[in-house]
């Protein structure tokens, strides 16, 4: 692939793969010139499909988060000339790590293995409904939502781990999810274009 990179923007972490040079180095590029934008946008919507699980796959090697809501987070967007895998900055609930209520406070495993505990925490229901850990932080005021309304309580501050994009950054899973980008980018198009010779006049004469 003549390019591929890692970069970060508008809150996101993302993945760029350009496919013009599995394309052009096919065989078949001159003869099939015409519907290489087709196979070119099927190509990619076969990648757009796969990376997002491929990347899943491997963040959940290392993180011990649940599928459904890190998927919630990684989004494949393409763009002119390839694809971009998306990781999203906003904070995943610690409740998500497999997280636990003991006597002294909450344990979770953000990393796989590795269970740590969050003391004086606690596995409660927000204002808003979402099931989340809380720990009970800063100076008392009176409550204005919730069963404690109207009497002083010290704020409920919500425990996060890791970010998808944190999660889709770390070590050399950027490296590794381009490798697979590459591969499934060279296999695909070759098989497009294969079908796409076969189905050509040119191809049918041969």
């Not at 204005?144 to 899973?173: C, D, I, N, S």
């Amino acid at each position: 692939m003549s390019a591929e990179r890692l970069t970060s923007g508008g809150g996101a972490r993302l993945l760029h793969a350009d496919l013009d040079s599995v394309l052009s180095a096919s065989r078949n590029f001159s003869a099939l010139a015409s519907r290489l934008p087709t196979l070119h946008t099927r190509a990619i919507g076969t990648l757009r499909r796969r990376l997002p699980v491929q990347a899943r796959r491997d963040i959940q090697a290392e993180y011990q988060v649940g599928a459904r809501r890190l998927t919630q987070d990684l989004q494949a967007r393409p763009t002119e000339d390839g694809l971009r895998l998306v990781g999203r900055f906003r904070g995943i609930g610690l409740r998500n790590f497999a997280a636990r209520q003991t006597r002294r406070g909450v344990t979770a495993a953000v990393l796989r293995g590795k269970r740590s505990l969050r003391e004086h925490a606690f596995l409660g229901v927000g204002v808003n409904r979402n099931a989340q850990v809380f720990r009970r932080e800063g100076v008392k005021r009176e409550m204005q939502q919730g069963r404690y309304a109207g009497k002083r309580r010290q704020p409920l501050v919500a425990e996060y781990g890791a970010t998808a994009a944190q999660m889709l950054a770390k070590g050399r899973r950027p490296e590794r999810l381009i490798d697979y980008a590459r591969g499934v980018l060279a296999a695909e198009s070759d098989r497009l274009l294969r079908l796409a010779a076969a189905s050509s006049p040119t191809g049918q004469s041969s």
